[in-house]
């Protein structure tokens, strides 16, 4: 089993030391959560006030030209676009996941005939929001098991939802291989990178997608509720438009004639004033990723995985790794199967280890390589194993299916 020293030389040959003191995190506190919340970035706690005090507060209504904040979205996008390996102009920063999700299943179902099916263990959102989409176009809808998802796309789908990386464990889809497939049937997919983008290396282009959305207050550490992005490739964008028709998407915003074209870009996705502070500090905490290389930040990502399964194997059996072993097949969390997880994530968010729960019996820990070292790995493992040794999330009240 690694042991401490194992853990303190990987952190001495760490190419991403550095950035743990970029973030601003508590004391005593060991955060495997950042596959669900990123941790604060301590430069956009600072551009925050700034921008809050001097563009809104001094500059107030000059802000939109002088800050170029009207250009926010596309700005952020074309960030956001060198993690997914597309192009400047094909992503564009704006709305929710849920919101893009919608805005792209009527896109993609609205150029031709057929279901909407969606992945039956994508995050819940993806499923209502392609149900109800499908119950508005009037067309059929199913739900396919992901082991089922290349023999589920034929021809008579019209846009399937995929997620990339499974929201509980893990588990990783072959963009590639379901691109190809859906290509041979002239099917569409919309990918959910939610749980992929900051974590995983990302080749769009080279995969073959062409429609994706994702959120950016994980990996991304763009902040509770940050705006999420959308991506169309370049050559569908002026074939595909939005079921929300607002004046940002407008192809001449300000020219207030009432007639509603769509521009003929990527800005067609956009809808209405969008939500500047927020995207402000996204656009903050993605200058983390500038000098990042997404293949080496992986490499340290199956680090900690393997530090940490190996650590929970010896040390804890009673719990079963439910994450593929082979990083070709997973993200950047961990998933342990127990039946009593509620009361286990409990016990160690008690004592400073932060993870969390998805019912009914997984309990998640995110490995993200920005904010974490082998170290805090070795710590967290040893305070999991003496939880289980001790039995004392038994200790955890649960009344009426809540913690209390
Ligand atoms: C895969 C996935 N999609 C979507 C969402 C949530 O979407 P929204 O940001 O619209 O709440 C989550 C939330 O964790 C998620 O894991």
């Not at 190419?15 to 669900?36: C, K, T």
């Not at 926010?72 to 956001?80: E, F, L, N, T, V």
């Amino acid at each position: 089993m690694p042991t401490l020293p194992d853990a303190e030389a990987l952190d001495r040959a760490d190419p991403f030391a550095e950035f743990r003191d970029r973030f601003a995190l508590p004391e005593g506190v060991i955060y495997l959560d950042g596959n669900s919340l990123g941790a604060l970035p301590r430069s956009v706690a600072a551009r925050l006030e700034a921008v809050a005090r001097h563009e809104w507060g001094e500059r107030l209504i000059r802000s939109w030209n002088e800050a170029d904040w009207w250009n926010a979205p596309r700005r952020i996008g074309d960030r956001i676009a060198r993690l997914l390996g597309v192009s400047d102009g094909e992503v564009i920063a704006t709305d929710s996941t849920s919101v893009n999700l919608f805005k792209l299943i009527m896109a993609a179902a609205g150029t031709r005939d057929g279901a909407i099916i969606a992945e039956a263990d994508n995050f819940p959102t993806d499923t209502y929001v392609a149900e109800e989409a499908a119950r508005l176009l009037g067309r059929p809808f199913r739900l396919v098991a992901g082991s089922g998802m290349v023999d589920a796309l034929v021809a008579d789908v019209a846009a399937a939802v995929i997620t990339q990386v499974n929201y509980r464990t893990a588990a990783r889809a072959d963009i590639a291989a379901l691109e190809e497939r859906a290509r041979r049937h002239g099917t569409r997919i919309v990918w959910d990178l939610s749980h992929s983008i900051g974590a995983v290396p990302l080749d769009l282009a080279r995969d073959g997608a062409s429609l994706a959305v994702g959120c950016s207050y994980k990996y991304l550490n763009g902040g509770p509720g940050a705006p999420a992005w959308l991506y169309v490739a370049s050559a569908l964008q002026a074939k595909l438009r939005s079921p929300i028709a607002g004046w940002w998407g407008h192809a001449d915003a300000f020219a207030f004639d009432g007639q509603y074209r769509p521009a003929p870009d990527i800005a067609r996705f956009l809808g209405g004033t969008q939500p500047m502070l927020s995207l402000l500090a996204l656009e903050e905490s993605l200058t983390l990723f500038e000098r990042v290389d997404m293949d080496r930040l992986w490499a340290k990502s199956v680090r900690l995985f393997d530090l940490f399964a190996a650590r929970i194997e010896a040390l804890c059996p009673e719990l079963t790794i439910l994450t593929p072993r082979d990083p070709a097949l997973r993200g950047s969390h961990i998933a342990l199967h127990h039946p009593d997880a509620q009361r286990i994530i409990t016990a160690l968010i008690e004592r400073g280890v932060i993870g969390d729960y998805r019912a009914p019996d997984i309990a998640r820990f995110g490995l993200t390589p920005l904010t974490l070292s082998h170290a805090d790995i070795l710590y967290a493992t040893g305070i999991i194993g003496d939880v289980m040794a001790s039995g004392a999330w038994r200790d955890v009240a649960i009344e009426g299916g809540r913690v209390t």
